[in-house]
């Protein structure tokens, strides 16, 4: 039997009932087709938001997430958003949260991804960086930000809306406008969102990310997964085929990384909507239910910060039998052990550990299957669209293998700039497009990175940054506390935890749990430490009058470790 010639293969490939049965649509104005099943196909399966019972979840298609699209787009388009204006987005992982984001993209908006999670003021402090036009939130982040709605607006940010409780009725003139696209024209270089990324100062930075820097994903993502396969022999045809065509079957995938996040945006949702995935969005993080969504849907790859990985394993809560195709994570520092754990409960799994920052668009640094086998303390190689290298701490010049530095990294999709910051873009950047990360480690002969610390004093608790400072400064608002050094302690479970040093005021009295029971107030929860040291004579410093973090460190960590590595004190335990 002769095969099929080239002109007779996508009429077979694309028959009707098939899985590439197409639809003619109009899109921009436009005609064009879609693949028609993915419209049917589960988009999103979601809690019930203010349903009375917990357990209740409803399904979203794609072709609902597509209209709801166009309907909130519509509204937009009456509340004066066009091309390059910008849409703030805040709230938990849901469809209101996804319904806004591609709304805001179909009208050339530009949306600004909210940390739903910081406290009132630094969340007032992001809107007023980008200045949105519309601020759309869930009913929690909507009670935080509608109460200083006053204040937002002298800011210049827009009104303050929640999708869970407004119905974005929009005219039939309006909707059929966003659907035609006139006039929003998107080149790769426009601007696509806004991330943002604390520093040292607790203050976050907008990074803004271009079109280009974001799509880059949907490849990016593939290729540790194609790099193990041509380790292991596989037909470059073969590797192609299975990084980029969308499967037959219909995957799932749990999303447990806030979308805010450049990992649940960029590495999860973006790679989902180019396979047809359907997300499982939870209502909160929690083991026990992250194992009852991975059995009740046959959830066979998992991805996120080691410390998911980490709790799924210890909970014992998955059938002894159930096996995982793939087991990705990143976003922080796992523990040494987490590989052998992984290997022994899942022999069969396929592993990848990635590196990224939100001003990389995420992915950049990435070592997956034997090769991550061989070197589970290696974060890998950079991706080849981006290169990096160490350079000494002090001078900034280029350093031999194996030798201790700042790691920069420079590419394509590397930020385009901080928003409003001019100065701290020119710091971060060199002349020649280097961006300083602040992390420290070395490069091996084999090309291989190994991180060692963060040169920011970052503490990064189960992929959440916390910027020394920020727990710093609100524990100097209590006035018993002359001075104080945030540091992590380390966590089998969430990789770090805020550990604090401090040295009293003169006359001064405290117990280390009235000094953390103060703090708590001003602090998110991550960010609240579960130990605190006294320093009788006050913290190390040198000679500058600057606090000697390592030496507080090491104090902490020893006094941590004498007590089990367990809070001697802690509101309900949670991740």
């Known amino acids: 039997?002769?095969?099929?010639?080239?002109?007779?293969?996508?009429?077979?490939?694309?028959a009707k009932g098939g899985p590439f049965e197409m639809e003619e649509v109009v899109l921009h104005g436009r005609p064009g087709r879609i693949?028609?099943?993915?419209?049917?196909?589960?988009?999103?399966?979601?809690?019930?938001?203010?349903?009375?019972?917990y357990d209740d979840r409803r399904d979203v298609t794609y072709a609902q997430l597509r209209e709801d699209a166009f309907r909130v787009a519509g509204w937009l388009l009456e509340q004066g958003v066009g091309p390059g204006d910008r849409v703030a987005i805040g709230g938990h992982n849901s469809s209101g949260w996804v319904t806004s984001f591609i709304a805001a993209h179909l009208l050339g908006a530009v949306p600004v991804c909210l940390n739903s999670t910081l406290t009132q003021d630094v969340q007032i402090h992001c809107l007023s960086l980008a200045q949105p036009k519309v601020v759309l939130v869930d009913a929690?982040?909507?009670?935080?930000?509608?109460?200083?709605?006053?204040?937002?607006?002298?800011?210049?940010?827009?009104?303050?809306?929640?999708?869970?409780?407004?119905?974005?009725?929009?005219?039939?003139?309006?909707?059929e406008k966003a659907k035609r696209g006139d006039g929003y024209t998107v080149e790769p270089e426009s601007d696509a969102l806004i991330l943002f990324t604390s520093g040292t100062t607790s203050l976050p930075k907008a990074a803004l990310i271009t079109q280009r820097q974001a799509m880059q994903h949907v490849i990016t993502a593939s290729v540790p997964a194609a790099r193990a396969a041509i380790r292991m022999g596989a037909p470059l045809e073969m590797v192609v085929a299975a990084a980029l065509d969308p499967p037959e079957e219909q995957l799932v995938a749990l999303m447990p990384v806030p979308l805010f996040h450049v990992t649940g945006l960029l590495a999860q949702m973006i790679r989902v909507f180019v396979a047809g995935t359907k997300m499982v969005f939870l209502r909160r993080w929690s083991v026990s239910d992250?194992?009852?969504?991975?059995?009740?849907?046959?959830?066979?790859?998992?991805?996120?910060?080691?410390?998911?990985?980490?709790?799924?394993?210890?909970?014992?809560?998955?059938?002894?039998?159930?096996?995982?195709?793939a087991i990705a994570f990143g976003g922080a520092p796992p523990p040494k052990r987490l590989q052998g754990d992984v290997r022994a409960v899942y022999p069969n799994a396929f592993i990848n550990h990635g590196w990224g920052m939100t001003e990389a668009a995420g992915l950049f640094i990435a070592i997956s299957g034997a090769d991550y086998e061989a070197n589970p303390e290696s974060v890998g190689q950079a991706i080849p669209i981006g290169d990096m290298r160490i350079v000494d701490m002090e001078t900034k010049k280029p350093v031999p293998a194996g030798t201790m530095g700042i790691?920069?990294?420079?590419?394509?999709?590397?930020?385009?700039?901080?928003?409003?910051?001019?100065?701290a873009t020119r710091e971060a950047f060199t002349d020649d497009g280097w961006f300083d990360t602040g992390d420290v480690g070395y490069i091996n002969e084999e090309g291989l990175l190994h991180l060692r610390d963060r040169a920011k004093d970052m503490i990064i608790r189960g992929g959440e940054n916390i910027a020394s400072a920020e727990v710093e400064n609100a524990v100097t608002f209590d006035e018993r506390i002359a001075e104080a050094a945030a540091v992590p302690v380390p966590d089998p479970v969430l990789g770090e935890r805020v550990g604090l040093g401090v040295g009293l005021r003169p006359g001064?009295?405290?117990?280390?749990?009235?000094?953390?029971?103060?703090?708590?107030?001003?602090?998110?929860?991550?960010?609240?430490p579960v130990i605190c040291v006294i320093f009788p004579d006050g913290l190390p410093m040198n000679a500058n009058g600057k606090i000697l973090k390592n030496e507080v460190k090491e104090v902490v960590v020893k006094q941590w470790e004498a007590q089990g590595g367990k809070p001697a004190f802690e509101p309900k335990a949670r991740l």
Not at 149 to 175: C, E, H, M, N, R
Not at 296 to 315: D, M
Not at 413 to 421: F, P, T
């Open 407 to 423: 790691l920069q990294i420079r590419g394509g999709c590397v930020m385009k700039e901080y928003l409003n910051n001019a100065k």
């Open 35 to 53: 693949w028609k099943h993915w419209k049917g196909r589960i988009a999103i399966n979601e809690p019930v938001p203010g349903s009375a019972n």
């Open 290 to 325: 992250a194992a009852k969504i991975i059995v009740k849907y046959n959830i066979r790859v998992i991805s996120g910060v080691p410390a998911i990985t980490t709790a799924l394993l210890q909970s014992g809560l998955l059938p002894k039998d159930w096996e995982f195709d």
């Open 508 to 528: 001064a009295t405290a117990t280390p749990e009235s000094i953390i029971a103060e703090a708590d107030k001003r602090l998110r929860y991550p960010a609240r």
């Open 1 to 14: 039997m002769n095969p099929p010639k080239l002109q007779e293969v996508d009429s077979i490939l694309c």
């Open 140 to 175: 929690k982040d909507a009670e935080v930000l509608k109460p200083v709605q006053d204040k937002l607006t002298a800011k210049g940010v827009g009104k303050v809306y929640s999708w869970d409780d407004y119905s974005f009725k929009a005219s039939p003139s309006s909707i």
